[in-house]
Nanobody
């Protein structure tokens, strides 16, 4: 079965950190660009960060730039999202998505559709 599984979400106080993981099973991520998306209550899903298949190109939405870091370990078939200095506006369900894209940038967000994870909840609250 081909799937992506997110983990690492939870409840954290403002200013805290979390590291999300996106693990692939049933296929290898080597030729896939990976994106992290989030959906806050009552809002549309938005792209947060992404990495190209090689990891050589990354992108961050302005609201998380300087606080979030995306990385990938193809040997472990896993992509990570390190989130620091979290604030309540970061609350939401975080999803990872994969698109087969052996070269090129990891944007625009509309390219993602091959695989989606089930999401992991991140809640930032005191």
């Amino acid at each position: 079965q081909l799937q992506l599984v997110e983990s690492g979400g939870g409840l954290v106080q403002p200013g805290g950190s979390l590291r999300l993981s996106c693990a692939a099973s049933g296929f290898t991520l080597d030729y896939y660009a990976i994106g992290w998306f989030r959906q806050a209550p009552g809002k549309e899903r938005e792209g947060v960060s992404c990495t190209s298949s090689s990891g050589g190109s990354t992108y961050y939405v302005s609201s998380v730039k300087g606080r979030f870091t995306i990385s990938r370990d193809n040997a472990k078939n896993t992509v990570y999202l390190q989130m620091n200095s979290l604030n309540p506006e970061d609350t939401g369900v975080y999803y990872c998505a994969a698109v087969k894209r052996p070269w090129g940038l990891c944007v625009p967000w509309s390219i993602y559709g091959d695989y989606w994870g089930q999401g992991t909840q991140v809640t930032v609250s005191s």
